[in-house]
């Protein structure tokens, strides 16, 4: 059984910095992509980013692009986001997510981050 | 990228069957057929209930189908129950962005 558990969310003040943490089991972890999806409260989800199962390609969208970091532990099955230079608008709860190219079949339950302006 | 757009709520009794739009463009929707849906329950993790338009994973209920037609994808439950209740979240691959990942605005599915 595939399990995703993410860590590492709680409150931070605008500007400041996190790192989530997803810790994965059941599957050969280094031979798949992951991504990070978040949902705002009362929004719909949101992709955030992406890397591949080496970890060598790594992929943002555009509203976190220069802030976030996504890179992965394989001997560790892990994987993190550090974020930086924190908004209000980031406040959201975040998932890890593993899928194949075009969709997503097992998140994690969901960390929350609360940005305080 | 612009979200897909859900309507924001969509509501039914039980027994009855609904069906969940998700609007995209020629981007998205219409240009591919890989649109995916997931539940997601209060304070749950989505979950994965069609893919590639109309596929089912194992273990999903034959309540849930899926189609498209032009940009629009859509989501139809049968036999409506309470367990149904939930938000719904339509994806798609689109050629708008690298790596190709589009969400939908989201549905609230009342049971009445």
């Known amino acids: 059984e595939v399990q995703l558990l993410e860590s590492g969310g709680g409150l931070v003040q605008s500007g400041g910095s996190l790192r989530l943490s997803c810790a994965a089991s059941?599957?050969?972890?280094?031979?798949?992509?992951l991504r990070w999806v978040r949902q705002a409260p009362g929004k719909g989800l949101e992709w955030v980013s992406a890397?591949?199962?080496?970890?060598?390609?790594?992929y943002y969208a555009d509203s976190v692009r220069g802030r976030f970091i996504v890179f992965r532990d394989n001997p560790k099955n892990t994987l993190y986001l550090q974020m930086n230079s924190l908004r209000a608008e980031d406040t959201a709860v975040y998932y890890c997510?593993?899928?194949?190219?075009?969709?997503?079949?097992?998140w994690g339950q969901g960390t929350l981050v609360t940005v305080s302006s | 990228q612009s979200a897909l757009t859900q309507p924001a709520s969509v509501s039914g009794s039980p027994g009855q069957s609904i069906t969940i739009s998700c609007t995209g463009t020629?981007?998205?929707?219409?240009?591919?057929?890989?649109v995916s849906w997931y539940q997601e329950h209060p304070g749950k993790a989505p979950k994965l209930i069609l893919y590639?338009?109309?596929n089912r994973p194992s273990g999903v209920s034959d309540r849930f189908s899926g189609s498209k037609s032009g940009n629009t994808a859509s989501l139809t439950i049968s036999g409506l129950q309470a367990e149904d209740e939930a938000d719904y979240h339509c994806?798609?691959?689109?050629?708008?962005?690298?790596?190709?990942?589009?969400f939908g605005t989201g549905t609230k599915v009342t049971v009445l």
């Open positions: 059941g599957f050969t972890f280094r031979n798949y992509a």
């Open positions: 890397i591949s199962g080496s970890g060598t390609v790594t």
């Open positions: 997510t593993k899928g194949n190219e075009y969709y997503f079949d097992d």
């Open positions: 590639d338009v109309s």
């Open positions: 994806s798609s691959y689109t050629s708008a962005s690298t790596p190709g990942f589009v």
């Open positions: 020629t981007n998205d929707v219409a240009g591919y057929n890989y």
